[in-house]
């Protein structure tokens, strides 16, 4: 009996080692793990939480070149809740560019890409913010573009 109950102590300490371990991370390049994203048409249980999680894209012109800023409204931000990371990925899940975030207080996060050269196809990307309480929230790039 003695040995059941250390292999079931055994099993319970492996299953939380693999549930508590952060999910979303990739290296530069690689592409991204594949989980729910949600969307302002299907934000699944997250229904409600579109408007402070979805990414607004802004294309900006300086000098010529253009840039694209994505910024995410978190309402109630805590070391808790907070935005871990916005990136654009192409539709087969690489990533263009990313900028992660600390466990801060911020409620606007924001993050500034280069614009790519102009074989760049808007179609074939996305942009998503990752949210340590909230999952994956992606907006077309082409379609949340000014």
Same mark, same amino acid.
């Given at each position: 009996?003695?040995?059941? /109950?250390?292999? #079931? #102590?055994?099993?319970?300490?492996? #299953?939380?080692?693999? &549930?508590?371990?952060? @999910?979303?991370? @990739?290296?530069?390049?690689?592409?991204?793990?594949?989980?729910? =994203?949600? &969307? /302002?048409?299907?934000?699944?249980?997250?229904?409600?939480?579109?408007?402070?999680?979805?990414?607004?894209?802004?294309? #900006?012109?300086?000098?010529? /070149?253009?840039?694209?800023?994505? &910024?995410? *409204?978190?309402?109630?931000?805590?070391? *808790?809740? !907070?935005?871990?990371?916005?990136?654009?990925?192409?539709?087969?899940?690489?990533?263009?560019?990313?900028?992660?975030?600390?466990?801060?207080? *911020? /409620?606007?996060?924001? *993050? !500034?890409?280069?614009?790519?050269?102009?074989?760049?196809?808007?179609?074939?990307?996305? =942009?998503?913010?990752?949210?340590?309480?909230?999952?994956?929230?992606?907006?077309?790039?082409?379609?949340?573009?000014?």
């Amino acid at each position: 009996m003695k040995r059941k /109950k250390q292999n #079931l #102590l055994i099993f319970f300490i492996v #299953l939380l080692i693999f &549930t508590c371990k952060e @999910s979303g991370q @990739s290296k530069p390049g690689e592409p991204i793990t594949p989980q729910a =994203v949600y &969307t /302002k048409d299907n934000p699944g249980n997250w229904a409600g939480k579109e408007n402070e999680h979805l990414p607004r894209v802004e294309i #900006l012109t300086n000098s010529g /070149k253009d840039n694209i800023r994505v &910024t995410v *409204a978190l309402q109630d931000s805590s070391p *808790a809740h !907070f935005i871990e990371k916005i990136f654009i990925a192409d539709s087969k899940g690489r990533p263009y560019e990313e900028k992660t975030f600390n466990r801060d207080h *911020a /409620k606007i996060y924001t *993050a !500034f890409f280069s614009m790519p050269n102009s074989q760049f196809n808007q179609e074939e990307y996305a =942009v998503y913010a990752r949210c340590s309480q909230h999952d994956l929230w992606s907006v077309p790039l082409r379609a949340s573009t000014k």
